[in-house]
């Protein structure tokens, strides 16, 4: 079964991610919506899958990329940024530097999440 994470500061965002990755799939699924956790259980294990939200307290969507990107068992893994600002030119340059970023515009739906976890890394 594939692991996912997902991140966001909302619970209420969490749930509604949660809901439709089941319509998707069987996913393994841990979920913080303290970013700072998130960071360290990055740290300890490996995802096929991270979805992170872009703007939270503390620690960024672009802070979650770059300790996913220096983490020795995540390096390679799928990332997907969700934004209400797709555009944004710290997104932008996240997928610039980083290889497996995509950006998920807010609000989500079933096919854009189907989408991000069917492409191929």
Known sequence: ??????IDDIEANLKVLRL???????????SFTKPQEAVEQIKKQ????????????????????????????????????????????????LILRYDNITVIPKPINKEMLNSFLKEES
Do not use: F, Q
């Not at 079964?1 to 997902?6: G, N, Q």
């Not at 089941?22 to 393994?28: A, H, Q, T």
């Open 20 to 30: 439709l990755l089941n319509r998707v799939d069987s996913y393994d699924i841990d």
């Open 1 to 6: 079964m594939k692991k996912i994470l997902i």
């Open 46 to 93: 490996k995802y096929n899958y991270i979805l992170t939200d872009y703007m939270m307290p503390y620690v960024t969507g672009e802070k979650i990329v770059e300790e996913v990107r220096n983490s020795t068992i995540n390096k390679y893994t799928k990332i997907a940024i969700k934004s209400a600002n797709a555009e944004d030119i710290v997104i932008t340059s």
